[in-house]
């Protein structure tokens, strides 16, 4: 039986949880020789009127892909650089985090391991949102590690 390479989801959105799953898992991948995948959904929910039709410019869309994919080469380069961990790609998805890290990119890659932060939102906006980790934890269709602590495994600050 051929064993399946795993391939490590890490969904990143700028915050320090985010930031905290992602150093432990470019350490989990490099020390294995798993293959990653950087993720940021940018969330156009936010941006749609009543009728649908978008309340925000296409400049400041493409401005915002451009400030992800800015954001997304370096965390890539810093895997490089500080690791010489290379067998990473990113991606830029647009509409719900919660269905597409927990659902539509895990079965468009073949993911079998999902690391995220605890939280990446503030209080409020988990109120009133929910938080995308309870969901992908609850909904995800790969296994989800829950990064609580920093890279060696001491609470997070």
Known sequence: MTEEKIKILVPVDGSESAERAFDKAVK??????????????????????????????????????????EYLKSLKQWAHDNLAFDDIDYHIRYGSPKRIISYDFVKDHGNNLIVMGATGLNAVERMLMGSVTEYVNQHAMADVLIVRTDVNNMPAK
């Open 28 to 69: 989990i991948a490099a020390n294995n020789g798993y293959h990653a995948d950087f993720l940021n959904v940018i969330d156009t929910r936010q941006f749609m009127g009543e009728m649908q039709d978008t309340l925000i410019s296409g400049d400041t869309i493409y401005q915002m892909t451009q400030d992800s994919e």
